[in-house]
């Protein structure tokens, strides 16, 4: 059974950096688009980017939340079988857990043209980000 495995987490005052990880281990990410999202405590969790994958109409393609656009950069290594997703400029509302996950059908779950009612093909663990000064 595959899983992705997240790191990358941590504490950072505002205005400052970090870089998240996502790996595959058991699943191959060059099939799936992979997801970032996040979420906190008694709040629904927030899509906040994807990138497209090989075998969709979206390789290379990345798509973002307005609360991140332009302070957050996905990207993926296929030769790493990761996606990262670099931080830039945090705030203190960006502070969550935050999960990715990989499933064929994420672009276009991203971009409103799907729905899936019983979950994506894989999740990571969550990494907690904290932004405070």
């Known amino acids: 059974q595959g899983q992705l495995v997240e790191s990358g987490g941590g504490s950072v005052q505002p205005g400052g950096s970090l870089k998240l990880s996502c790996v595959g281990s058991?699943?191959?990410?060059?099939?799936?688009?992979v997801g970032w999202f996040r979420q906190v405590p008694g709040m629904e969790r927030e899509r906040i980017a994807c990138?497209?994958?090989?075998?969709?109409?979206?390789?290379?393609?990345?798509i973002y939340a307005d609360s991140v656009n332009g302070r957050f950069t996905i990207s993926r290594d296929y030769a790493k079988n990761a996606v990262y997703l670099q931080m830039d400029n945090l705030q203190p509302e960006d502070t969550a857990v935050y999960y990715c996950?990989?499933?064929?059908?994420?672009?276009?779950?991203?971009?409103?043209?799907?729905?899936?009612?019983?979950?994506?093909?894989?999740w990571g663990q969550g990494t907690q980000v904290t932004v405070s000064s």
């Open positions: 996950a990989a499933d064929t059908l994420l672009f276009y779950i991203f971009r409103g043209l799907a729905s899936k009612g019983g979950g994506y093909d894989y």
């Open positions: 058991g699943v191959s990410l060059d099939r799936h688009a």
């Open positions: 990138i497209g994958s090989q075998i969709d109409a979206h390789d290379g393609k990345a």
